[in-house]
């Protein structure tokens, strides 16, 4: 769309392209609405020929059963013993095409007037035919026959009324009766066609509606009758050979005509397809809507004719269209070619090509000048940019090397803040531990010497207890070397090492043993998996301690129950060989945004309990070993920190 000719071209062709479709779809909408009313009024017409024809088959039928009652011949058979009578009817059945013919007494004529409207008018003197719905035991009475002939499976149709009824085995009969009323006989003769099942019916219907359907272009029609909504005698196809007896009409249609009572004139899906419909409601003796007549004719045809005028009209517009955008554009080239250079210039400007120019167009007027115009204005906008590209350059240069410098003292200020933070936390942590010497060496002294003063007066009394003392003066001692790994943490640099080979197995055994008793505590289920692992060259008091404080922390993170599993392997870092220590526990982990900060000074998530420095002091420990220490959260559950140290 951003091309000119394009453009100009909808320009010239827009009211063509905008008013023709509108112009066309009013004209088509308008002729669709007649040619369905004439669709209509076809439809319209077919159902009044069909009704004439079963008003005229009524008529018929009654009138031929009053010409058998008027007939001599037939009062005489009156007369004569009831076997001859009833051979005499069965004959005069078969020729008048009836399904039942029988002679009702006068008293016996006034009882089943009771039931039949159309007996009981003949038994007061007027015979007649009526549309009449036997029940199958009434059908059954006259003929098993004709009770087997009503019978019709009924076949679930899409878009029918549900119904639970498998069989429609009632049926709709042509229901005439006549009066007799000579030399004494009193009574009335009575007949009917079952319309069930009677192809002949609904063929004839056919035939008269749709005498043409063979011809080329004809209507291709149908024709049903229906008792309630079910079909009892069709020429709708189910399949090729098969006749839709037993479908049922859509809801919608039989809320129309038997539940309203109007005639359906309108298009209606028959079985399989659509057709222009048309529906009369059938009433019988009694006033009552008991089933409906159609008469149809395949849509599909009609739809497709629609198609094709408006496929017809549409290539019609489209040939207009073509005929006329070549020769707008033959007539217009000499203004499309001086913009699409234009167009072409300002593309290439835009990516950058300052050098582009338009030059003669060969075009007088407005478009002449603008071109000239546009050539001057791109001279310009090419100096222009020269200049701010060298005044862009040297800006940068500048804008770099004051970068660098920031980039230089920001680093530096930022060290130098680290390490006055660091300063500030050893000096606070110094100060601490000289307090926290001071405060427990003292006690330990009154320790020992209590000890002392138990086995001068026991004597060889001590002897039982001698197991205690003895585990007494090792904690004692291990006390006081704590605090000299403390006070080695404030200054460590003014403490000398005591290094030697190292088996981490007993060490991490016998740190176990002075915390078993929180372990029990807590409930804490302990296991040991110790692979066999070189030696490693470290203080053993450090790393006693290192170890004691992570067990502690899993317990306390843990609280009450969990699983704590202790993992000694040997690994390589780096090339180096080692031995890996992991501390497993089944905690709920260490926050995410919290996993860089564990091993800072003074960090701690157990406000008011503890002093933030364990971590920090065991991370000091392993670093002077030469090793390291990491804390990670595992996939299942808990976190694990892990120890690595080189070995010897």
Same mark, same amino acid.
């Given at each position: 769309?951003?091309?000119?000719?394009?453009?100009?071209?909808?320009?010239?062709?827009?009211?063509?392209?905008?008013?023709?479709?509108?112009?066309?779809?009013i004209?088509?909408?308008?002729?669709?609405?007649?040619?369905?009313?004439?669709?209509?009024a076809?439809?319209?017409?077919?159902?009044?020929?069909?009704?004439q024809?079963?008003?005229?088959?009524?008529?018929?039928?009654?009138?031929e059963?009053?010409?058998?009652?008027?007939?001599?011949?037939?009062?005489?058979? @009156?007369?004569?013993?009831?076997?001859d009578?009833?051979?005499?009817?069965?004959?005069?059945?078969?020729?008048?095409g009836?399904?039942?013919?029988?002679?009702?007494?006068?008293e016996?004529?006034?009882?089943?007037?009771?039931?039949?409207?159309?007996?009981?008018?003949?038994?007061?003197?007027?015979?007649?035919?009526?549309?009449?719905?036997?029940?199958?035991?009434?059908?059954?009475?006259?003929?098993?026959?004709?009770?087997?002939?009503?019978?019709?499976p009924?076949?679930?149709?899409?878009?029918?009324?549900?119904?639970?009824?498998?069989?429609?085995?009632?049926?709709?009969?042509?229901?005439?009766?006549?009066?007799?009323?000579?030399?004494?006989?009193?009574?009335v003769?009575?007949?009917?066609?079952?319309?069930?099942?009677?192809?002949?019916?609904i063929?004839?219907?056919?035939?008269?509606?749709?005498?043409?359907?063979?011809a080329?272009?004809?209507?291709?029609?149908?024709?049903?009758?229906?008792l309630?909504?079910?079909?009892?005698?069709?020429?709708?196809?189910?399949?090729?050979?098969?006749?839709?007896?037993?479908?049922?009409?859509?809801?919608?249609?039989?809320?129309?005509?038997?539940?309203?009572?109007?005639?359906?004139?309108?298009?209606?899906?028959?079985?399989?397809?659509?057709?222009?419909?048309?529906?009369?409601?059938?009433?019988?003796?009694?006033?009552?809507?008991?089933?409906?007549?159609?008469?149809?004719?395949?849509?599909?045809?009609?739809?497709?004719?629609?198609?094709?005028?408006?496929?017809?009209?549409?290539?019609?517009?489209?040939?207009?269209?073509?005929?006329?955008?070549?020769?707008?554009?033959?007539?217009?080239?000499?203004?499309?070619?001086?913009?699409?250079?234009?167009?072409?210039?300002?593309?290439?400007?835009?990516?950058?090509?300052?050098?582009?120019?338009?030059?003669?167009?060969?075009?007088?007027g407005?478009?002449g000048?603008?071109?000239?115009?546009?050539?001057?204005?791109?001279?310009?906008i090419?100096?222009?940019?020269?200049?701010?590209?060298?005044?862009?350059?040297?800006?940068?240069q500048?804008?770099?090397?004051?970068?660098?410098?920031?980039?230089?003292?920001?680093?530096?200020?930022?060290?130098?803040?680290?390490?006055?933070?660091?300063?500030?936390?050893l000096?606070?942590?110094?100060?601490?531990?000289?307090?926290?010497?001071?405060?427990?060496?003292?006690?330990?002294?009154?320790?020992?010497?209590?000890?002392?003063?138990?086995?001068?007066?026991?004597?060889?009394?001590?002897?039982?207890?001698?197991?205690?003392?003895?585990?007494?003066?090792?904690?004692?001692?291990?006390?006081?070397?704590?605090?000299?790994? @403390?006070?080695?943490?404030?200054?460590?640099?003014?403490?000398?090492?005591?290094?030697?080979?190292?088996?981490?197995?007993?060490?991490?055994?016998?740190?176990?043993?002075?915390v078993?008793?929180?372990?029990?505590?807590?409930?804490?289920?302990?296991?040991?998996?110790?692979?066999?692992?070189?030696?490693?060259?470290?203080?053993?008091?450090?790393?006693?301690?290192?170890?004691v404080?992570?067990?502690?922390?899993?317990?306390?993170?843990?609280?009450?129950?969990g699983?704590?599993?202790?993992?000694?392997?040997?690994?390589?870092?780096?090339?180096?060989?080692?031995?890996a220590?992991?501390?497993?526990?089944?905690?709920?982990?260490?926050?995410e945004?919290?996993?860089?900060?564990?091993?800072?000074?003074?960090?701690?998530?157990?406000?008011?309990?503890?002093t933030?420095?364990?971590?920090?002091?065991s991370?000091?420990?392993?670093?002077?070993a030469?090793?390291?220490?990491?804390?990670?959260?595992?996939?299942?559950?808990?976190?694990?920190?892990?120890?690595?140290?080189?070995?010897?």
């Open positions: 769309m951003t091309s000119v000719r394009l453009r100009l071209l909808i320009i010239a062709l827009a009211p063509l392209i905008v008013l023709m479709p509108m112009l066309l779809l004209g088509m909408t308008r002729w669709t609405a007649d040619y369905d009313k004439v669709l209509i076809n439809v319209e017409s077919d159902l009044k020929i069909a009704s024809y079963l008003s005229r088959l009524l008529a018929k039928t009654g009138d059963l009053g010409a058998v009652t008027e007939s001599v011949e037939f009062n005489t058979w @009156l007369d004569r013993p009831a076997a009578l009833e051979r005499y009817l069965k004959d005069t059945q078969v020729r008048l009836l399904n039942f013919l029988y002679y009702l007494p006068a016996q004529a006034r009882q089943a007037g009771n039931d039949w409207p159309v007996i009981a008018q003949a038994a007061s003197g007027q015979g007649g035919a009526q549309i009449d719905v036997m029940a199958n035991d009434t059908l059954a009475a006259l003929s098993d026959r004709l009770a087997q002939a009503a019978e019709i009924i076949i679930a149709t899409p878009a029918a009324v549900p119904t639970t009824r498998a069989v429609e085995d009632r049926g709709m009969v042509i229901h005439a009766a006549s009066p007799i009323s000579l030399n004494g006989h009193r009574g003769l009575v007949g009917g066609i079952l319309l069930n099942r009677n192809l002949d019916f063929d004839t219907i056919n035939d008269l509606v749709y005498s043409h359907a063979g080329v272009g004809a209507r291709q029609g149908t024709a049903t009758l229906f309630d909504d079910v079909r009892i005698s069709t020429n709708v196809r189910l399949f090729e050979d098969v006749r839709a007896l037993g479908t049922r009409v859509s809801a919608e249609v039989r809320a129309g005509v038997l539940t309203e009572g109007r005639t359906w004139l309108d298009r209606a899906f028959v079985v399989n397809d659509w057709y222009i419909s048309g529906y009369l409601p059938i009433t019988d003796s009694f006033g009552d809507r008991v089933g409906m007549l159609y008469v149809g004719f395949l849509e599909a045809p009609f739809k497709l004719a629609k198609r094709d005028a408006f496929l017809w009209m549409m290539a019609a517009f489209a040939a207009v269209l073509l005929l006329s955008a070549p020769v707008f554009l033959w007539m217009a080239r000499g203004i499309f070619t001086p913009l699409e250079r234009m167009t072409q210039v300002m593309k290439h400007v835009g990516q950058g090509d300052l050098t582009a120019r338009i030059g003669p167009v060969g075009a007088r407005e478009i000048e603008v071109a000239q115009h546009l050539d001057w204005l791109l001279e310009q090419q100096d222009r940019d020269r200049r701010l590209r060298a005044w862009n350059e040297e800006l940068n500048r804008v770099g090397q004051r970068t660098a410098e920031l980039s230089e003292a920001n680093a530096k200020l930022e060290q130098t803040f680290r390490q006055l933070v660091m300063s500030e936390k000096a606070s942590i110094g100060e601490i531990t000289a307090g926290v010497a001071h405060e427990i060496n003292n006690p330990v002294a009154v320790i020992l010497g209590n000890v002392d003063v138990i086995r001068q007066t026991l004597g060889d009394g001590a002897a039982p207890v001698q197991t205690e003392l003895l585990l007494i003066d090792k904690q004692v001692s291990r006390i006081e070397a704590i605090v000299g790994k @403390l006070l080695k943490f404030a200054g460590p640099s003014e403490f000398a090492d005591h290094e030697q080979e190292v088996d981490l197995a007993p060490v991490v055994q016998d740190c176990l043993v002075l078993d008793h929180l372990i029990s505590q807590h409930q804490i289920a302990v296991d040991c998996r110790f692979d066999p692992v070189p030696l490693v060259r470290v203080d053993t008091g450090e790393i006693q301690q290192v170890i404080n992570l067990v502690v922390n899993a317990v306390q993170a843990m609280g009450t129950g699983q704590l599993d202790l993992l000694l392997r040997p690994e390589q870092r780096d090339g180096a060989a080692g031995v220590l992991s501390v497993r526990d089944s905690g709920p982990g260490v926050p945004g919290q996993l860089s900060s564990v091993f800072d000074p003074f960090f701690t998530t157990k406000r008011g309990e503890g933030g420095l364990g971590l920090s002091i991370q000091t420990l392993i670093q002077r030469g090793g390291l220490i990491t804390v990670s959260n595992r996939d299942a559950q808990g976190a694990e920190f892990m120890v690595w140290l080189p070995a010897e």
